[in-house]
Nanobody, 120 residues
Framework: VQLQASGGGLVQAGGSLGLSCAAS????????MGWYRQAPGKQRELVALITSGGSTKYVDSVKGRFTISRDNAQNAVYLQMNSLKPEDTAVYYC???????????????WGQGTLVTVSS
C-alpha cells in the first residue's frame, strides 16, 4: 500500500491551500484517514481525521479554518486549509488505517509528506 500526497506550497497569510492524498494497492478497506503535521523542532501532531462514515475531528488550532473530507470510492482524503497563518507552516503527512480483511486489525500507513509554508 502506498499513500501519495500532493498540494503543498507557499502561500501568504490569510490564503488557502488544498492537500490531497490517495491510497493505492490491494486492501479490504480504509478505516480512519487523517492529516498530521510537523513543524521544525516540534513533534508531529494530529491536524484532522475522518472516519469511513464521515465523522471528523480537528485540533483546536485549525477548527473553523480547515476542512477534512474523503472520497471512499477513490480511497482519497483531502484537507482544505483556509485563513492560513504562519504557525501553520509545517510538513503535512497523510495517514490511513487500512484493513486487509474484515477480521484483521488495521495497519497504519503514512504518506511522504508535503511542505506547506505560510509567509507573514
Amino acid at each position: 500500500v502506498q499513500l501519495q500526497a500532493s498540494g503543498g506550497g507557499l502561500v501568504q497569510a490569510g490564503g488557502s491551500l488544498g492537500l490531497s492524498c490517495a491510497a493505492s494497492g490491494s486492501f479490504f478497506s480504509i478505516d480512519v484517514m487523517g492529516w498530521y503535521r510537523q513543524a521544525p523542532g516540534k513533534q508531529r501532531e494530529l491536524v484532522a481525521l475522518i472516519t469511513s462514515g464521515g465523522s471528523t475531528k480537528y485540533v483546536d488550532s485549525v477548527k473553523g479554518r480547515f476542512t477534512i473530507s474523503r472520497d471512499n470510492a477513490q480511497n482519497a482524503v483531502y484537507l482544505q486549509m483556509n485563513s492560513l497563518k504562519p504557525e501553520d507552516t509545517a510538513v503535512y503527512y497523510c495517514n490511513a488505517l487500512i484493513k486487509y480483511s474484515y477480521a484483521t486489525r488495521s495497519t497504519g500507513y503514512w504518506g511522504q509528506g508535503t511542505l506547506v509554508t505560510v509567509s507573514s
